[in-house]
């Protein structure tokens, strides 16, 4: 009876670190598509941010959300730190087809956007 071979000493590590490489690739092609599809623009506000533009998980990765083109959208920072991480708009739907923004405080829409930005 011979002894299976000890693994190697790193080998679960060095298999996290490239599986955490390959989904950070394949995560900076959806965000290529997003800048492509909105143009760098905030689809909240509609102004050109260039480089600067934030990309917001709809449904946050925390809760299992995909990095896909339909649940990525491009905001500006003001949009996106004040406006969704503090709590004053609503952002669902696919970003690809219909994106919803609502106001929480009055639970009002202000913004349907059909298609692409």
Known sequence: ????PKPVKGTAQRERAARKRAQAKADR?????VDARDKH???VCLEYRGL????H???Y???GGQTTTQN?????ANCHLVGVHQGRIKISGNADE???IRCRATDTTWAIWEGQA
């Open 52 to 55: 600067e533009i934030h990309r």
């Open 29 to 33: 092609l959806v965000y290529t598509a």
């Open 61 to 63: 990765r925390s809760a």
């Open 41 to 43: 623009r905030c689809r």
């Open 72 to 76: 990525v959208i491009s905001l500006c």
């Open 98 to 100: 219909r994106v919803v």
């Open 57 to 59: 998980h709809i449904v």
């Open 1 to 4: 009876m011979s002894a299976s």
